[in-house]
């Protein structure tokens, strides 16, 4: 459904994707880990047009349509919908209204099946929807972002750390909701997260990213079985000495 080929993202003189090449299942859900600064976001920025004349290597297809080098906005109304890290939701718009500007890019007007939608998946949203949204916790506002990407009914989601600052009890409700998003409405989601667990209990396939570039791929099953990924990110200690202390900090096995 979309593949990213070999492509090289610089910020300035620094190349932030190195060669970078992945390919999204239509249907499922994608999970791109890695730590702060690996280049997570830089990925969906490029695809999203949202760095300027970038990449600076390599293709970007949606469909048999190469979309690379495409202005922001007509990428949107193509049907892939960002929900960037950071919320960013229009503080002083209600509710209801970011809402609503979820739904411009859409060639047909919304309606109030789709708000009812979106306030089925997130009951709190019904509640507040006439607050302006600059009042709301972290946890809503992150609720408020997804659901006004989901106004615009799209063909592919991108989520962009959707668990940052929030605490684990919203984080979990927040998991369970793209699940259903993407069981309900068959929506292909791509997902970048640094919280390898909660990532890798909702997504069909997984990368792990370092440094610009992918270190490792696989489904979440094999992922959650290598022993770097089991230290590096999901915490569990494998070398550890007779007193169950870690003898020395082991280096990865794929640098």
């Known amino acids: 459904m979309l593949e990213v080929k070999n492509i090289e993202t610089l910020y300035g003189l620094v190349m932030a994707l190195r060669g970078v090449s992945l390919s999204l299942t239509e249907g499922k859900i994608t999970a791109i880990l890695g730590s702060n600064g690996a280049g997570k976001s830089t990925i969906i920025k490029t695809i999203m047009g949202l760095i300027e004349d970038q990449p600076d290597k390599g293709t970007i297809w949606l469909d048999e349509t190469r979309i690379d080098g495409k202005d922001t906005e007509d990428i949107v109304r193509m049907g892939l919908a960002y929900v960037p890290e950071g919320r960013e939701v229009f503080d002083e718009l209600s509710v209801a209204e970011n809402l609503m500007m979820g739904a411009y890019t859409r060639r047909g007007r919304a309606s109030k099946a789709d708000l009812d939608r979106v306030y089925g998946l997130f009951p709190r949203l019904a509640e507040r929807a006439k607050q302006l949204a600059g009042t709301l916790s972290g946890g809503e506002q992150q609720m408020l972002a997804i659901g006004r990407a989901l106004m615009m009914r799209p063909r592919i989601l991108f989520l962009d750390e959707p668990s940052l600052g929030l605490s684990p009890l919203l984080v979990r409700e927040i998991f369970s909701t793209i699940r259903l998003i993407n069981e309900r ?61 870690q003898r020395y900090k082991r280096k990865k096995r794929w640098r």
Not at 215 to 240: H, N, R, W
């Open 185 to 245: 409405d068959q929506t292909t989601i791509l997902l970048v997260e640094q919280n390898a667990s909660m990532a890798l209990s909702v997504s069909h396939y997984g990368y792990v990213m370092e440094n610009g570039r992918f270190v490792l791929a696989g489904t979440p099953a094999e992922l959650m079985a290598d022993q770097d990924v089991q230290e590096f990110y999901l915490g569990i200690k494998s070398e550890v000495s007779v007193k169950g202390y």
